[in-house]
């Protein structure tokens, strides 16, 4: 007999074990409006019906509003200042190196995921792109009875030993989907429902791709027919009997000009002008190999400064900027934004909605950019779903709920039926 009144503590927060299956889902680049834009259109019958019989709740992510900061965050359940991945990129001024930040070496706190499986829970994790498996599996055990653990993207190179089932797409018998491709995603869910169903798994997280989001606005078919898809799987997974929370890693927002040529204050640039060329170093933590769909143009930046540099005289000049919404020190922005001091910058610096923070021209390849630019990583990409297909008991009235509250209201506050 499984003891339900169990609670396991990880990173100073308690979550039941769980009663049903609980699936966590990441949709990446989930702007709102492409959920409320795609129940407008039919779309989406199983959330259409979700939304009013289970629970919606406003959400914000962490700043910065990428990719990896936000799984983890969900992942671990706190923001970046305790789990330490801060972006998808980050430089190392001990080593001079601007480093991935896709090593678990960097984390610095365990996931709820692995603290669960060592309590004998079974753990299953589907990502899109390769590039979070290793931080999303950190400290599971995989082999015979273990995680599963795998990318849509290498889903033909999975063993049992490293990922916990042996050859995936051969068990999901498809073909290897094209890392820029809605089918990326679409794997990620095929998966998902094809382990539930061989196998009653306690926890699950799936994590998708925002290849559509950045191209497609709300309401174009294109991204309608993504949540059409994305609908029949959880719905399916619904069916199975599993607890699904919907939240997601960061909004998404158009950053162009009216000729669709992308809208961006080139900060390296200003900076060189002020300053002299190349005393300061920007970092965007945008920045990974998958650049085809943003050519790392998001709305966050964080620089290195000369050491005689006046950090309140050249926040105050930034500021004063147009298509900047907060610039502050390294120090006022991990306080405000909840960062690691030791790998953010000087300076912090956010661009205002429809505006991009790039480093100079010459420096972003933008030439696979074929669709007006929409990205993330500012403020007015904060805001996420978290939706429940199930209602919740004990939230107080006025909690700004984060998308990092997942597992949480998953785990410990949906009311579940026998
Ligand atoms: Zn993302």
Same mark, same amino acid.
């Given at each position: 007999?499984?003891?339900?009144?169990?609670?396991?503590?990880?990173?100073?927060?308690?979550?039941?074990?769980?009663?049903?299956?609980?699936?966590?889902?990441?949709?990446?680049?989930?702007? $709102?409006?492409?959920?409320?834009?795609?129940?407008?259109?039919?779309?989406?019958?199983?959330?259409?019906?979700?939304?009013?019989?289970?629970?919606?709740?406003?959400?914000?992510?962490?700043?910065?509003?990428?990719?990896?900061?936000?799984?983890?965050?969900?992942?671990?359940?706190?923001?970046?200042?305790?789990?330490?991945?801060?972006?998808?990129?980050?430089?190392?001024?001990?080593?001079?190196?601007?480093?991935?930040?896709?090593?678990?070496?960097?984390?610095?706190?365990?996931?709820?995921?692995?603290?669960?499986?060592?309590?004998?829970?079974?753990?299953?994790?589907?990502?899109?792109?390769?590039?979070?498996?290793?931080?999303?599996?950190?400290?599971? !055990?995989?082999?015979?009875?273990?995680?599963?653990?795998?990318?849509?993207?290498?889903?033909?190179?999975?063993?049992?030993?490293?990922?916990?089932?042996?050859?995936?797409?051969?068990?999901?018998?498809?073909?290897?989907?094209?890392?820029?491709?809605?089918?990326?995603?679409?794997?990620?869910?095929?998966?998902?429902?094809?382990?539930?169903?061989?196998?009653?798994?306690?926890?699950?997280?799936?994590?998708?791709?925002?290849?559509?989001?950045?191209?497609?606005?709300?309401?174009?078919?294109?991204?309608?027919?993504?949540?059409?898809?994305?609908?029949?799987?959880?719905?399916?997974?619904?069916?199975?009997?599993?607890?699904?929370?919907?939240?997601?890693?960061?909004?998404?927002?158009?950053?162009?000009?009216?000729?669709?040529?992308?809208?961006?204050?080139?900060?390296?640039?200003?900076?060189?002008?002020?300053?002299?060329?190349? $005393?300061?170093?920007?970092?965007?933590?945008?920045?990974?190999?998958?650049?085809?769909?943003?050519?790392?143009?998001?709305?966050?930046?964080?620089?290195?400064?000369?050491?005689?540099?006046?950090?309140?005289?050249?926040?105050?000049?930034?500021?004063?900027?147009?298509?900047?919404?907060?610039?502050?020190?390294?120090?006022?922005?991990?306080?405000?934004?909840?960062?690691?001091?030791?790998?953010?910058?000087?300076?912090?610096?956010?661009?205002?909605?429809?505006?991009?923070?790039? !480093?100079?021209?010459?420096?972003?390849?933008?030439? !696979?950019?074929?669709?007006?630019? $929409?990205?993330?990583?500012?403020?007015?990409?904060?805001?996420?779903?978290?939706?429940?297909?199930?209602?919740?008991?004990?939230?107080?009235?006025?909690?700004?709920?984060?998308?990092?509250?997942?597992?949480?209201?998953?785990?410990?506050?949906?009311?579940?039926?026998?």
């Amino acid at each position: 007999m499984t003891d339900y009144s169990v609670s396991i503590s990880v990173n100073g927060r308690d979550y039941l074990w769980p009663k049903r299956p609980t699936v966590v889902v990441c949709i990446d680049g989930c702007e $709102r409006a492409y959920i409320d834009r795609a129940v407008e259109a039919g779309a989406m019958p199983w959330t259409a019906r979700i939304l009013s019989e289970g629970s919606d709740l406003p959400a914000d992510c962490v700043v910065p509003c990428f990719t990896n900061p936000n799984n983890l965050s969900i992942v671990t359940g706190q923001p970046p200042s305790v789990h330490g991945i801060c972006g998808n990129f980050f430089y190392d001024p001990a080593s001079d190196t601007e480093v991935m930040m896709n090593d678990p070496k960097l984390l610095r706190a365990g996931t709820i995921l692995a603290a669960f499986q060592a309590a004998g829970a079974s753990i299953c994790v589907v990502t899109a792109k390769d590039k979070l498996r290793k931080l999303l599996g950190h400290g599971l !055990s995989f082999g015979p009875d273990g995680a599963v653990c795998f990318s849509a993207e290498k889903c033909d190179q999975t063993t049992l030993a490293e990922h916990g089932i042996e050859d995936a797409r051969a068990f999901l018998d498809c073909p290897v989907p094209e890392v820029y491709s809605a089918d990326l995603s679409e794997v990620v869910f095929k998966a998902g429902v094809a382990l539930l169903k061989q196998k009653r798994y306690d926890i699950v997280y799936l994590s998708t791709t925002d290849y559509i989001q950045h191209k497609h606005a709300p309401g174009d078919p294109v991204a309608n027919d993504f949540y059409r898809m994305m609908d029949s799987y959880w719905a399916e997974l619904d069916a199975l009997g599993a607890t699904v929370v919907l939240t997601a890693d960061h909004g998404m927002t158009p950053m162009h000009n009216p000729d669709g040529t992308p809208h961006v204050v080139y900060l390296q640039t200003i900076l060189d002008e002020m300053l002299g060329e190349n $005393r300061a170093r920007v970092i965007l933590p945008i920045t990974d190999p998958y650049v085809v769909h943003h050519g790392a143009l998001g709305g966050f930046a964080t620089a290195y400064m000369p050491e005689e540099t006046d950090l309140a005289d050249l926040c105050a000049k930034l500021r004063a900027l147009d298509g900047i919404e907060w610039v502050g020190t390294g120090a006022e922005g991990c306080a405000r934004f909840e960062l690691p001091e030791d790998r953010m910058g000087d300076i912090i610096v956010i661009s205002a909605a429809t505006t991009a923070v790039g !480093s100079s021209p010459e420096r972003h390849d933008l030439s !696979s950019l074929k669709e007006p630019l $929409r990205s993330h990583g500012g403020l007015s990409t904060q805001a996420v779903p978290m939706i429940l297909n199930r209602k919740l008991r004990g939230l107080d009235a006025g909690l700004q709920v984060r998308n990092f509250d997942a597992f949480d209201l998953g785990l410990n506050r949906a009311i579940v039926e026998g």
